[in-house]
């Protein structure tokens, strides 16, 4: 019964492109919402010195914040679904937007998120390479746009979609 549900579910999106791309962004809106009512409602609204800074010998996003272990966990979780919802539309938006992928192929395919355009061609992790390979088929003008979005150059760490990215990993592991 569930793997009928499932189904017909899957075919639904594929008639409507984008509609699992957009339910998820209207999910992650939601939890935003309820998180920012939780901070209003538990009177934590005031500062809490919050700071966000990337350590670039480990590449990590890292965030501070003086409050509470219980109240920065609870928030935690809370963004983390926010965070997970967010990068999730942007793996539905690929996968409504790529040809059907051969099945050995089919792990490759999402969102590419690189901080390198170019590099010797026999180095892994930019985009020429491997971030084109994860939207190999997509529209012209959505290639565009994705390419638009990456955070390349030496600034990356403070563009909006590599601290996605990084929240989205850190928030995994």
Known sequence: HLLKRFVAHSNLMRNNPLE?????????????????????????????????????????????????????????????????????????????????????????????????????PTEKGYYERDGLRKIDGINPAAETLIRGLQPFGPDYETKLLYILNQLWNRDKH
Do not use: C
């Not at 957009?22 to 809106?29: F, I, Q």
């Not at 914040?65 to 609870?74: D, M, T």
């Open 20 to 120: 699992s791309a957009r339910a998820k962004v209207d999910r992650a809106n939601y939890h935003l919402e309820r998180l920012k009512e939780r901070i209003h409602s538990d009177g934590n609204n005031k500062a809490y010195g919050i700071s966000f800074r990337h350590e670039s010998q480990t590449n990590e996003l890292v965030i501070k914040a003086l409050i509470p272990r219980e109240l920065f966990v609870q928030y935690a979780v809370s963004a983390g679904e926010v965070i997970g919802q967010a990068r999730s539309a942007l793996e539905h938006a690929i996968w409504d937007m790529v040809p059907s992928p051969p099945v050995e192929r089919e792990r490759e395919i999402g969102f590419p998120v690189f901080r390198r355009e170019t590099k010797h």
